[in-house]
């Protein structure tokens, strides 16, 4: 069994109380199967003369299937076999399984799947034991030097002026033990593939920060734990399990390798000095060391053999940075009268001076450039592409989410031939912004394939039971209950173009009508006027960012004037007196989102809320009379919720101890609910007064789906107070990464 470190050795599942051992008592050498041969003292698979990547746990499996070919091997069997000291969920044995016949061609001729019990190995074994291929390699090593390849234990050739003597000997060995030989040619490698689940109770969401090691022996990624804090976590490819990196507790989004793979760079926010650090962390473990101060909300993208590192800036160009002195200077320059997005997503090249990047527009016709640490202008290589990345002689692109090679030369920047698929799947991506969700070094692919799950409208009680559904599933998202309680209005979504539009739900007359027909990139988020006869909603129409509109019952619409026309604007409610909306921005710029009122009144300018306070999450309410505002931030380094007074002075009281999100007032406005870090729907009764600080906390229910960032959990309450409409996913709420192992031998399947 695995130690866990990748030592395979003293396996405790291959024992040989379930061995069929039929060569006099000798123990087999190696099992041969079709083109296979297993070789268990040496730990591995060969398919002619190549060795066929497995996990260890998946040869172990693949151990005591052969050894026990022909007869049934129960999964409780198996497990406990594989795993005598843990407890493992039935998954990793299919897993395991899944993998082996990846491994041997998706070719079921040799494992059979026997429903509800377990596994049989039903392809014809032959066992060649140490003293049988000892004599042969005898009889082999009389022969000559010189001919074909010929296959018995291992590749051997035969002299010429002795061949149809050895031949006839080889025939004569080959009769009288059963043993057929057969002349190799060369085969190519196969893809193997495996998954990676989160490490923790979290889910993984929509995006997954990731990157493969320039050796192509490690992947890291981040991921959040129950409590919302992001971590680094390493896993070698011949590894089971990933390993957090204690030293990345808060880890700032993307990590990117040292050019020796044994150390990975990332930045960190300093709440203290309100600056970034880039720190570099041994991945062996141990503490991090701060290498140098940067601008805050910078990323930290790709490194290269001289510890130059290029970095993603809040101004949305790129920037360099030595850490021999810190000097941070600009490396590829943007004509932003053509790209009005800005710049993303640069990677090394193998020299080290030269990168690849992005070059963003609005319409997502973006531009692939070559640029250089010399500041010159970049060198445009692919229109319509984006997320762009080298390896293997090819260069990496995505259009819409479809990953796609072509043969690149980087010494002189120069593409040819024709792009090819790389794989079928839609990964994980952001149109406008250039993502796509996967990395890539020497053999080694990693990716996260598009999750969007359909999501249920349904009507729940205070107690956590569902009571009916008001909508057949679709890609709902953030739904609003009309002030009446008769209708919702929710954006439905487009996953495949990332586009969507707003529509009105009536469940009463089981009608649901789209009330907005842009079908904007990011889609339509709306709120009801507190007559319901006017919506405010968002979107990206007619220009890149999301503007405020006011549309009335007739479909007319009167737009709001942006405070900055470079920022994000969303509605997040209307004042009870319908006199101001309240609004969160997202400044593009700085990658910092606050809050803000936008009065209604003529000549009346927009104006910030809670000082300095900022947020990444998007979620307030107006109180029922309007006095008070609860909202989630995440100024703390996780979600919060608060309560500030509007309209007079007052600072905002933190109500939720231990992180929380979506914020909604119940009727009498005395009481909120909202969803903690674990996804309980908590109750909270506030003592209002100057401040509103929280008296009495209780949890309702626990909801039965955690969090998935591709239609987020989220509920509202009914205007009696009695009833919430929860969004839920239908179906897989969260995929793990995927990794494959020998990716060119997928290049330009899809299709075939």
């Given at each position: 069994?695995?130690?866990?470190d ?57 151990h ?15 497990i ?14 299919s ?159 993307l ?30 473990g141990g ?20 510890d ?22 600009p ?17 090394f ?108 409208l349904a ?18 998202e953030?739904?609003?209950v009309?002030?009446d ?47 319901g ?20 019952s ?16 969303v ?70 919720v ?68 591709n ?42």
């Open positions: 069994m695995s130690n866990g990748g030592r395979t050795g003293g396996s405790k599942g291959s024992g040989a109380a379930f061995s069929r051992d039929t060569t006099l008592g000798q123990t087999p050498e190696f099992y041969e199967f079709g083109p296979f041969r297993l070789e268990p003292n040496e730990r591995r698979l060969l398919r002619g003369d190549e060795i066929v990547a497995l996990t260890p746990k998946a040869f172990d499996t693949l005591l299937l052969v050894q026990n070919s022909g007869h049934l091997m129960e999964k409780d069997q198996l406990r076999m594989l795993w005598p000291d843990t407890f493992v969920e039935e998954g990793s044995l897993n395991n399984v899944f993998l082996l016949r990846k491994a041997l061609g998706d070719n079921s001729e040799y494992i059979e799947t026997v429903p509800g019990r377990g596994y049989r190995f039903i392809g014809s074994v032959r066992q060649l034991t140490k003293t049988v291929s000892m004599s042969l390699k005898g009889v082999l090593e009389a022969g000559s030097q010189s001919g074909p390849p010929m296959t018995l234990a291992v590749p051997l050739r035969l002299r010429e002026r002795s061949a149809w003597i050895a031949a006839a000997v080889l025939a004569v060995v080959a009769f009288g033990l059963g043993i057929r030989y057969v002349q190799r040619a060369p085969t190519p490698l196969l893809p193997i593939q495996f998954t990676v689940e989160s490490p923790t109770k979290e889910p993984f969401g929509y995006r997954i920060p990731l990157s493969v090691s320039p050796d192509g022996k490690k992947i890291a990624f981040v991921q959040n734990d129950e409590t919302q804090l992001p971590w680094v976590w390493v896993r070698g490819i011949g590894l089971s399990e990933p390993v957090k990196l204690e030293a990345t507790a808060g880890v700032a989004g990590t990117a390798w040292a050019a020796d793979s044994n150390s990975l760079f990332f930045s960190m926010h300093d709440p203290v000095r309100n600056v970034d650090r880039l720190k570099r962390v041994p991945i062996s503490s991090a060391e701060i290498l140098c101060d940067l601008p805050l909300n910078t990323r930290v993208m790709s490194a290269n053999q001289n130059q590192l290029l970095l993603a800036s809040p101004d949305d160009t790129l920037k360099q940075i030595s850490i021999s002195d810190c000097a941070i200077t490396t590829a320059p943007l004509d932003q009268t053509k790209y009005d997005v800005g710049e993303g997503w640069p990677k090249l193998p020299d080290g001076q030269h990168f690849v990047y992005v070059a963003l527009r609005g319409d997502k016709r973006h531009d692939i450039y070559a640029g250089s640490l010399d500041g010159r202008p970049g060198k445009l290589l692919l229109h319509n592409s984006a997320a762009p990345s080298f390896a293997g002689g090819k260069l990496f692109f995505a259009r819409d989410g479809y990953l796609y090679a072509q043969p690149f030369d980087p010494d002189r920047l120069a593409l040819s031939g024709e792009p090819v698929h790389v794989l079928r799947s839609q990964l994980a991506f952001a149109g406008v912004y250039g993502f796509a969700n996967y990395a890539v070094a020497q053999n080694v692919l990693a990716y996260h394939e598009q999750l969007y799950p359909q999501m249920e009507w729940w009680d205070l107690n956590g039971t569902r009571l009916s559904a008001i909508v057949e599933p679709s890609h709902w953030e739904p609003r009309s002030p309680g008769r209708k919702i209005l929710s954006s439905d979504f487009d996953p495949l173009t990332h586009t969507g539009n707003l529509w009105v739900i009536d469940p009463a007359q089981k009608t649901t009508t789209a009330i907005t027909h842009d079908s904007p990139f990011g889609g339509v988020d709306g709120v009801w006027s507190p007559d006869e006017r919506v405010a909603l968002a979107g990206a129409i007619g220009r890149a960012s999301q503007s405020i509109f006011i549309q009335a007739d479909s007319s619409r009167t737009p709001l004037g942006s405070p900055d026309l470079r920022n994000n604007y509605p997040m409610d209307w004042s009870p007196d319908g006199a101001a909306l309240l609004y969160w921005e997202f400044d593009n710029q700085n990658q910092i989102g606050r809050y803000g009122i936008y009065p209604l009144a003529a000549n009346v300018e927009p104006y910030p809320l809670f000082g300095t306070l900022t947020s990444n999450v998007r979620d307030a309410r107006f109180s029922p009379d309007g006095k008070w505002i609860a909202f989630s931030s995440d100024q703390s380094g996780r979600s919060e608060y309560v500030a007074p509007f309209g007079t002075s007052g600072r905002a009281v933190q109500v939720s101890p231990k992180g929380g999100q979506n914020v909604r007032w119940m009727p009498d406005g005395k009481h909120l609910l909202y969803l903690a870090a674990d996804y309980r729907v908590v109750s909270t009764t506030l003592k209002l007064g100057e401040n509103a600080p929280a008296v009495e906390q209780h949890s309702l229910f626990q909801l039965p789906l955690s969090r998935n960032e239609g987020a959990l989220c509920f509202e309450i009914a205007p009696d107070g009695k009833r919430l409409l929860l969004a839920t996913p239908v179906g897989r709420a969260s995929v793990p990464i995927t990794v494959l192992v020998n990716w060119q031998s997928e290049l330009g399947k899809e299709g075939r």
